[in-house]
Nanobody, 120 residues
Framework: QVQLVESGGGLVQAGGSLRLSCVVS????????MGWFRQAPGKEREFVAA????????YYADSVKGRFTISRDNAKTTVYLEMNSLKTEDTAVYYC?????????????WGKGTLVTVSS
């Protein structure tokens, strides 16, 4: 079982930045895909970014490319999501996830989420 705890959410003005953190603990494997997803009010949960815990390729939703960066610190067992040039449409609860691929259905470990609110 993998435990994921997100932090770093908050209220920020449009154009601002935030960095989300996800502390990973429990039994996880280097081949795990670590992902960030988000869910806005009244909308389905959507993919944001993902990276393999062992390194290699990263994946981004088109809507965040060039603005968001996913990274990890193996020593701290933490995954980060650096969010720049935030827009009001980025407002959502952001979830950290771990699984076998960036596909939502392959993510079988989830955190409880952290709320990001971007004001105009």
């Amino acid at each position: 079982q993998v435990q994921l705890v997100e932090s770093g959410g908050g209220l920020v003005q449009a154009g601002g930045s935030l960095r989300l953190s996800c502390v990973v603990s429990g039994r996880f494997f280097s081949w795990y895909m670590m992902g960030w997803f988000r869910q806005a009010p009244g909308k389905e949960r959507e993919f944001v970014a993902a990276t393999r815990w062992s390194g290699g390729s990263t994946y981004y939703a088109d809507s965040v490319k060039g603005r968001f960066t996913i990274s990890r610190d193996n020593a701290k067992t933490t995954v980060y999501l650096e969010m720049n040039s935030l827009k009001t449409e980025d407002t959502a609860v952001y979830y950290c996830a771990a699984g076998s691929s960036p596909n939502y259905r392959d993510m079988n470990n989830w955190g409880k989420g952290t709320l990001v609110t971007v004001s105009s």
